[in-house]
């Protein structure tokens, strides 16, 4: 009987984390899954090392660095239409016992679901709130101004969803660093948009999935540990602007009109001045710390 999912991961050069994700899934799930490795330009050989030593796991290089959710689109492409269910995870996931069987589960008990997220656990233990409210124009806004600074502001409270007591329920969106995906509903909104190079893919899939009809549905009893930090934290000169300009898409999107042009003007403004300040706080940090 063959599997009935697949697994998808975006490589760019990811290290030992690669291992440890291959090596900890063989106790994710009952089933042995195939494994495509999305790989955007990888140097270390890590991805073809894998594939090599491991029959289900199969290597699909992009041509270059396409992006996240461009990567999976093209991963999943690769998959058999008879799989109904896809996990698309980061491969600096490490997998609790039955993690995706769990998963799967809740899949049956939520027929309408499209994405099932788990709990996700940070290196250090603590729950990432990975379920979170679809952003509004001022929730996203005071998030964006405000989260750093002050944390506890109610804009961040409020779309951070930090506490809501764990518990299997339907939400806004799921964190893309794991998530179990409904191939049908995957494919009615046609995947990840590939115009985010990287962040914010996930809370646009979420909610384009939701304006669908499907539902994004949290699922703690499944558990997962996210290296979250191991890649962003390098180059915040790329990926801080990388953020700040996909939460400008984001709202963008959602306020086209005409007349909507004044508020996507100071959207672009106010984003690319954050950017820039953060940028430079993140370099003094970083360059502090090398000193040291």
Known sequence: MSPQFAVVTVTYSPGDHLHRFIDTLAVASSEKPQVILADNGSTDGVPEAVAEANANVRLV???????????????VAEID?????????????????????????????????????????ETDGTVYPSAREVPGLLDGVGHALLGTVWPANPWTRKYRQENQQPSERAVGWLSGSCL?????????????????????????????????????????????????????????????????????????????????????????????????????????????????
């Open 81 to 121: 239409a008879d799989i109904e269910f896809v996990v698309v995870v980061n491969p600096d996931i490490e997998w609790c016992t039955d993690a995706i069987d769990k998963l799967l589960e809740a899949a049956q008990r939520w027929p309408r679901a499209g994405s099932l997220g788990p709990l996700i656990h």
């Open 180 to 292: 179990l995906m409904r191939r049908a509903a995957f494919d009615s909104v046609h995947g990840f948009d590939s115009r985010y190079f990287m962040y914010m893919e996930d809370v646009d899939l979420g909610d384009r999935l939701g304006k669908a009809g499907w539902l994004n549905v949290y699922v703690p009893d499944a558990e997962v540990t996210h290296d979250k930090g191991h890649a962003a934290g390098k180059r915040p000169e790329l990926m801080l602007p990388a953020h700040h300009e996909s939460a400008y898409r984001f709202q963008a999107d959602r306020h086209p009109k005409w007349w909507q042009a004044p508020v996507r003007l100071v959207l672009r403004a106010g984003l690319a001045a954050r950017s820039r300040m953060a940028v430079r706080s993140a370099l003094r940090q970083r360059n502090g710390a090398t000193e040291k």
């Open 61 to 75: 290089r992009t041509g270059g660095n396409i992006g996240y959710g461009g990567a999976v689109n093209r991963a």
